[in-house]
C-alpha cells in the first residue's frame, strides 16, 4: 500500500487530438515543448495556386494530432494552447479520450515514413479491411511492424494494412516472404 504522499508515476501515452483549423499551430507549439512528443500524419497533394501547380504537404485527416506525453504534461499544456482538444469516442453510453497503443502508433509511424508513392491512405469506410491474417514483417525497413494482409482491388501485390483507432488505415505492399503470421 501506498502512502497518501507518494505519488505513482502515470505513464507516457498517445492521445488523439483534435486542433480545429489549428493544426500549423499546433505543430508550432508541439515543436517548441521539448518532453512532448507528437506526431501529424501527412501526404502530398497538388494544389494550383495563382495557375500554377504546387505539390503540397498537407495533413492527412484535417484537425488530426497525435501526441504522446503524460495526461497532467497534456493539461498543462492545453492550458497555454487551449485549441487542442481530447478527440472521444462513445464507449458504453460515455465519451472515453482515445488513445493509441505506443506498438500500433509506432508501427504506424514508421509506415508513414517509407517512400510515399507506395503508401495509400484510407478513411474508415473508404475501404473495407476484411479480418484477415494477423502478420509481422522480418527484414527490411519495416522490420517488426505488425498489421493485416488484405488484397485490395486493383492491385496484383499484398498489401500490409495497419488501422489506427479507427481513423486512418494505411497499406503498403509487402513482400509475402517476409511475413510471419502471428497467432
Known sequence: MTSANSKVREPQQWFVMNAYK???RAEDSLRM????????PKHYVLRTFHGRKERKLVPL???LVFVRARYARIEAFKQIHPYLRYATRKVDGMNRIMKVPDKE???FIRVSKERE????YFRPGEVEIPRGMRVRVHG???DGVEGTVVKLTGHRDKRLVLQIADLV????KVDPEMLEVIK
Open 140 to 142: 527490411g525497413s519495416l
Open 169 to 172: 488505415a494505411v497499406t503498403i
Open 33 to 40: 515543448a521539448r518532453d512532448i512528443e507528437y506526431f501529424i
Open 105 to 107: 502508433m509506432a508501427d
Open 22 to 24: 489549428a493544426e500549423q
Open 61 to 63: 485527416i484535417p484537425n
Open 117 to 120: 508513392e507506395e503508401l495509400r
